[in-house]
């Protein structure tokens, strides 16, 4: 949200970041059947957006019956602290944070700041079932500065949302050089005969995935991951 602006001193939210999350949230269901059973999750950081975002949408239900149905029956907007345990067809994550009215911009974002921060980072971005959509004003670089590891892991995911990294593109000479199974290389050939596109031993950590085909539709995409227990006798 290139105009977004966080209300710091005042309402703690952030207008015109809620009205794009609303707007999103009519998009996805216009894109599905009416008699749709798929569940929506809105995620904000703290309680003054999440309020927000409820009001705007109950404005929209009293005005369309059938958008009413969906906000009483499949749409929940909760803040950071009730999201755990719970699950959604789809999930917005609204971090509400950016820039305020005279352009200055401080790095405290709440609970994300705090000690923890990462994991109720981890929290949030694991709620989706199907698709996980990201609604904000902050940007990677506006948190170059971080010094929190909650704040650190948005950056990244920011970055990783926005498209900056993308998976492992070694070619398979390099994987066998760096050493795979047996089994993995031979379903990847199997697989591989029938069509698809496949890399495996993927990734640089030490638990990588044993197998990746890539999606048909999108080269720099996995359509699917397959990971081998690997049994000693």
């Avoid at 999350?21 to 009416?34: A, Q």
Wanted: glycine share 10%.
């Amino acid at each position: 949200v290139e105009d977004g602006c966080y209300d710091r001193g005042k309402t703690k939210t952030n207008a015109k970041e809620a009205l794009r999350v609303v707007k999103k949230v009519h998009e996805i269901y216009e894109g599905l059947p009416e008699d749709t059973k798929e569940t929506l999750g809105i995620i904000t950081i703290n309680l003054n957006q999440k309020n927000l975002i409820q009001n705007q949408l109950l404005k929209d239900s009293i005005e369309d019956q059938s958008f009413g149905r969906k906000t009483d029956e499949l749409i929940s907007v909760v803040n950071l602290e009730a999201c755990q345990g719970r699950e959604w067809d789809h999930v917005i994550l609204s971090p509400v944070y950016g820039m305020d009215s005279d352009g200055n911009f401080t790095m405290n974002l709440g609970a994300l700041s705090q000690d923890g921060g990462s994991n109720r980072l981890n929290v949030m971005i694991t709620r989706a079932k199907k698709y996980m959509y990201v609604i904000t004003s902050l940007t990677p670089e506006m948190l170059s500065e971080a010094k929190s590891g909650g704040v650190r892991d948005l950056k990244d995911y920011l970055s990783y949302v926005r498209g900056d990294y993308s998976y492992d593109m070694r070619s398979k000479k390099e994987e066998n050089n760096r050493g795979g199974n047996s089994l993995a290389e031979g379903i990847a050939e199997a697989l591989r005969e029938k069509g698809y596109t496949v890399h495996t031993n993927i990734g640089s950590s030490r638990c990588r995935v044993d197998l990746g085909i890539v999606s048909s539709n999108d080269p720099n995409r996995y359509a699917l991951g397959i990971l081998l227990d690997h049994f000693q006798t």
